[in-house]
């Protein structure tokens, strides 16, 4: 028999205290809020997609966030840039009030963000060096942002650090319409890594992907947020990626949190339950 939600929730530890990397070890730390998110609402029309959500993340933390297909977990991603913009709620990331940023501050801000998503958008006719090159483009503008041949000599170092972070050094020159799904999203990763951002959303980065280059993708974003301090929240359909390539999974139900727990105490059959939109129908 399945679950409901308030008995899964019940089912896992509930944490909701900050866990930050210490030591190889993600620990609680009350100072380290990278983003808070508190009353947060939605509606299209007359659907109310996002009713009352809170959670927080933190510096080195990995979220994943899951629901079923339509629950607004998109929404929910996009509003923590303005992409959507929210009804009502307060939203506080890297220490502005993103929900009261005046169009040159949330441009800044969203530079400081970066987004994998399930496309990966390439240019494909450039090069996998200039596209890296291109995720300059938050902190500088220019003809020099344009082409890795224009481009500054730091910037190039820069990009090649990017693209060894991904394991791709070696395809700096290759055109980016040569490369494999999961190499095109590894690209795209060190495109966004360019950007230096502290935040990172990644709205089903292995959907397309097979399960080799989607395992090697959602692994990599996750030893990305522990090395560089990043705090990554992701969305995967997949139970699997879900439990091993995250920290603490927020469960989105009915336009609310319904459960926010660690992974490591998430048990796969209730996690895929929820996915399903099951557990909360018993
Ligand atoms: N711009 C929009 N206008 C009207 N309705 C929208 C808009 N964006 C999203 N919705 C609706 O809001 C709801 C939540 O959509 P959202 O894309 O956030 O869901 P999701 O949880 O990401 O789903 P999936 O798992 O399929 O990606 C859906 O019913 C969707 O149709
Ligand atoms: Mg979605």
Redesign the pocket.
């Known amino acids: 028999m399945l679950a409901s939600s308030s008995s899964l929730s019940s089912l896992v530890t509930d944490v909701t205290v900050p866990i930050v990397q210490l030591n190889g070890e993600r620990m609680a730390d009350d100072n380290s809020a990278v983003l808070s998110v508190s009353g947060l609402r939605k509606s ?2 007359q ?1 109310h ?1 996002l009713r009352d959500v809170h959670f927080a993340g933190h510096r080195g933390e990995a979220l994943a966030l899951i ?10 991603l996009r509003s923590l840039v303005r992409l ?1 913009e929210p009804d009502a709620g307060a939203i506080h990331a890297m220490g502005k009030a993103v929900l009261s940023l005046n169009s040159s501050d949330l441009k800044n801000y969203r530079s400081r963000v970066g987004f994998v998503f399930q496309k990966h958008n390439l240019v494909g006719r450039l090069s996998v060096l200039t596209n890296v090159i291109h995720g300059v483009q938050g902190r500088a503008s220019g003809m020099r942002t344009w082409c890795h041949a224009f481009a500054k000599k730091e910037w190039r170092e820069e990009a090649m650090q990017c693209l060894a972070a991904v394991g791709l050094a070696d395809r700096a020159l290759q055109r980016a319409d040569s490369l494999s799904g999961g190499q095109s999203q590894r690209v795209a990763i060190a495109r966004m890594l360019m950007q230096r951002p502290e935040l990172v959303l990644a709205d ?1 980065p292995d959907a397309s992907l097979d399960p080799k280059a989607g395992e090697e993708v959602m692994g990599l974003l996750y030893s990305l947020s522990r090395d560089k301090g990043l705090t990554l929240i992701m ?1 995967s ?1 997949r139970v699997e990626h879900t439990i091993r390539f995250s920290d603490r999974i927020i469960g989105l139900a009915n336009g609310v949190v319904e459960f926010d727990c660690r992974s490591k105490d998430m048990e796969p059959q209730n996690l895929l339950s929820f996915f399903k939109g099951e557990a909360a129908l018993v």
């Not at 297909?69 to 998109?74: L, T």
């Open positions: 299209f029309g659907r997609v629901g079923a297909n339509g629950c607004g977990k998109s929404t929910l959507v089903e969305i359909h």
